[in-house]
C-alpha cells in the first residue's frame, strides 16, 4: 500500500513560513535585551521585560486565535497574523525610548501569538493522518533550526553592523515568512466556517480542555528547557569552555535533525507511549551529564542526549493535543497547548532565575535531572493512564450498542 505523500507544496511552504516566523522571533529575543542597555540606557530589569511583554502578549492572543480559525478559517487568520507580524518588525526603527519599544513588543507578540497558532492548525491539517507523527516531527525541525541558528545571525549582525541593519534584517525575515505563508493554497487547509449564529463568550471557550492535561505535561518539562535556553552559555563560562559554548544548541540540532527521520515514524507506528517514556528519560540523562560535566565531550554529549530527548517530546505532546482533540478544533488545541506551553517557558525563565541565583548550575541541572523524572509519571497519569480509561470506555460503549 502507498504512503499518503508528505513533502508536499503546502507543507514545505508552510514549514518555511514557520522557519521565518522563528527565526525574527530569537534574532530579536538575544539581541534587543542588549540594544534596549546599549542604546536606549535602561536597566537591566526593564530590557527583561522586552521578553516577558511580548511572550505575555503571545500567550494572550493564542486562545482568541483559536477561536477565530474556528470562525474566519485558517488562511484570514494566517494572513492576517503574518502581516501584523511583519508591519510590527518595520516599527522597530521608530521609538527611541524603552516605553515606545514594548507598545511595538505587544504588538509584534499578538502577531506572533496568532501566526504560530494558525501555522500549527494548518500544518496539522496538511499532513495525512496515518503519517502525523512523522511530519509534526519534520515540522517542529523548522523552530529548532531558527532556535540554532536565530541567536547566531542575530548577535552577528548586530556585532558586526550595528541595530539599524539588524532591524532591516528582521523585517526581510518577516517578511519572508509572509511570503511563504501566501504560497500555501487556500483550499487546502481552509476550515469550515461555523455556521452558528451566535456562541456566548466564556473563559472555558477560549481553550480546547482535551489538549490541556498533555499541554500542562509540556509545560512542566519546558521550565528545564527554559533553564537552557537562559543559563547554559553562563554555566559553559563557569566550567570554563565558553569556547564550544555556541556549539551546544549546535549539536542539539544535529542529533535531534538524525534522529527524526526514525522518531517520527515509530509515533505514527507504536503510539506515543513508546515515544515518550525513552525520550523523558534520555532528557533526563542528558540533564545529568550536563550538571556533572567537566570537559567538552561531557557537555557536548549532554547536548545530543537533550536534543533527541526533549527535541522529539515537543511535537510529540504537541501531536497528542492534536490527535486528541476533533478536527474542528484543532486550531483551539494548537492554541491551548502552544499557550500552556508558553507559560511554563515564561515562569521558569523567572522561577529559575530567581532559584539560580541561590545555588551553582551544576546543582541546578542535577536537581531538573530528577525533575524531568517527576514529569515521566505526570506524563503516566495525565496522558498515559487517562488514554487507557477513555479506550476503555469506548470499548464497553461499543460492545453494549452490539448487545
Known amino acids: 500500500m502507498t504512503k499518503p505523500k508528505l513533502w508536499t507544496k503546502n507543507f514545505i511552504s508552510i514549514s518555511f513560513s514557520n522557519l521565518f516566523l522563528f527565526l525574527t522571533f530569537y534574532i530579536l529575543l ?14 537591566s530589569s526593564m530590557a527583561g521585560l522586552m521578553t516577558t511583554i511580548f511572550l505575555l502578549s503571545a500567550i494572550i492572543s493564542r486562545p482568541l486565535a483559536g477561536q477565530w480559525l474556528e470562525r474566519a478559517g485558517n488562511k484570514k487568520v494566517l494572513l492576517t497574523a503574518l502581516i501584523i507580524f511583519a508591519a510590527a518588525s518595520l516599527l522597530y526603527f521608530l521609538p527611541k525610548t524603552i516605553g515606545g519599544f514594548f507598545v511595538i513588543r505587544l504588538l509584534h507578540g499578538v502577531g506572533f501569538g496568532m501566526a504560530t497558532t494558525a501555522v500549527g492548525t494548518i500544518v496539522a491539517d496538511i499532513i495525512p493522518a496515518s503519517r502525523r ?9 523548522s523552530t529548532n533550526l531558527a532556535m540554532v541558528f536565530g541567536p547566531f545571525i542575530g548577535l552577528m549582525a548586530m556585532h558586526q553592523w550595528g541595530a539599524k541593519p539588524l532591524f532591516i534584517l528582521s523585517v526581510i525575515v518577516a517578511f519572508c515568512s509572509l511570503i511563504t505563508g501566501l504560497i500555501v493554497k487556500h483550499n487546502t487547509f481552509e476550515t ?13 471557550s477560549l481553550f480546547e480542555s482535551s489538549a490541556v492535561p498533555i499541554s500542562i505535561v509540556g509545560s512542566f518539562m519546558a521550565i528545564v528547557y527554559s533553564a537552557l535556553l537562559s543559563f547554559v552559555s553562563i554555566y559553559a563560562s563557569e566550567i570554563h569552555l565558553e569556547n564550544i ?7 542539539y540540532a ?6 527524526r527521520p526514525f522518531t517520527g515514524k515509530w509515533l505514527d507506528q507504536y503510539g506515543p507511549n513508546v515515544i515518550s517514556f525513552p525520550c523523558i528519560v534520555l532528557f533526563a540523562i542528558g540533564m545529568f551529564i550536563l550538571s556533572q560535566s567537566n ?3 561531557t557537555f557536548l554529549l549532554s547536548a545530543g542526549l537533550i536534543g533527541i530527548g526533549w527535541g522529539t517530546l515537543f511535537p510529540t505532546f504537541q501531536t497528542i493535543a492534536i490527535q486528541d482533540a476533533e478536527p474542528r478544533k484543532r486550531g483551539l488545541a494548537t492554541a491551548t497547548f502552544l499557550s500552556i506551553y508558553d ?5 521558569g525563565s523567572f522561577i529559575v532565575g530567581v532559584i539560580a541565583s541561590k545555588m551553582e548550575y551544576s546543582t541546578l541541572y542535577c ?7 517527576i514529569g515521566l509519571i505526570l506524563f503516566y497519569f495525565l496522558h498515559t493512564k487517562r488514554s487507557s480509561s477513555a479506550k476503555e470506555k469506548t470499548q464497553h460503549q461499543t460492545k453494549a450498542q452490539e448487545i
Do not use: C, N, R
Open 192 to 204: 469550515p466556517v461555523q455556521t452558528k449564529a451566535h456562541s456566548s463568550f466564556s473563559i472555558s
Open 254 to 259: 544535529v542529533l535531534l535533525l538524525a534522529s
Open 133 to 141: 507523527g512523522e511530519g509534526m516531527g519534520y515540522f517542529a525541525m
Open 295 to 297: 570537559g567538552a565531550f
Open 367 to 373: 536537581f531538573f535531572a530528577f525533575y524531568i523524572l
Open 343 to 347: 507559560t511554563g517557558i515564561a515562569l
Open 245 to 251: 559554548a555556541s556549539l551546544f544548541f549546535v549539536v
Open 30 to 43: 538575544v539581541t534587543l535585551p542588549s540594544y534596549a542597555l546599549d542604546e536606549l540606557h535602561s536597566s
